[in-house]
Nanobody, 118 residues
Framework: QVQLVESGGGLVQTGGSLRLSCALS????????MGWYRQAPGKERELVAQ???????NYADSMKGRFTINRDNAKNTVNLQMNALRPEDTAVYYC????????????WGQGTQVTVSS
C-alpha cells in the first residue's frame, strides 16, 4: 500500500539548483526513515542523504554543504534541495522509505532524472 513518487528532476547548468520532492502515500509516514539515493549509468546506487524519524540527518561526503534534506510529516513528503550542482551529480535520484515493525519494511520510488550540463 505504500508508494513513493519523486518529482522535481530536470536539466540544469553547472552551479544551478534543483529541489526534489518525494511523496509517500499510505500510513505512518512519520515512522519511516527516509532517504535519497542516486545511480549514474554504469555505477552502483549510492547514498545521497538520509533523514530519520527523530529528525537527524546524514549526508554523503560529496553532498555535504551543497544538499539539504528535510521532511514535512504533515504532507507526507521528503525533499532534497540541491545547490551548486556539478556534472558528476547527473544521475537518477531515488526516494527510499524504511521502518522496522516486527520485520523490515523497505520501499523505493521509481526515480527522477537529474542532468547537470557543463
Amino acid at each position: 500500500q505504500v508508494q513513493l513518487v519523486e518529482s522535481g528532476g530536470g536539466l540544469v547548468q553547472t552551479g544551478g539548483s534543483l529541489r526534489l520532492s518525494c511523496a509517500l502515500s499510505g500510513s505512518l509516514f512519520s515512522l519511516f526513515d527516509m532517504g535519497w539515493y542516486r545511480q549514474a549509468p554504469g555505477k552502483e546506487r549510492e547514498l545521497v542523504a538520509q533523514i530519520f524519524t527523530g529528525g537527524s540527518t546524514n549526508y554523503a561526503d560529496s553532498m555535504k554543504g551543497r544538499f539539504t534534506i528535510n521532511r514535512d510529516n504533515a504532507k507526507n513528503t521528503v525533499n532534497l534541495q540541491m545547490n551548486a550542482l556539478r556534472p558528476e551529480d547527473t544521475a537518477v535520484y531515488y526516494c527510499r522509505a524504511t521502518r522496522f515493525y516486527g520485520r523490515r519494511y523497505e520501499h523505493w520510488g521509481q526515480g527522477t532524472q537529474v542532468t547537470v550540463s557543463s
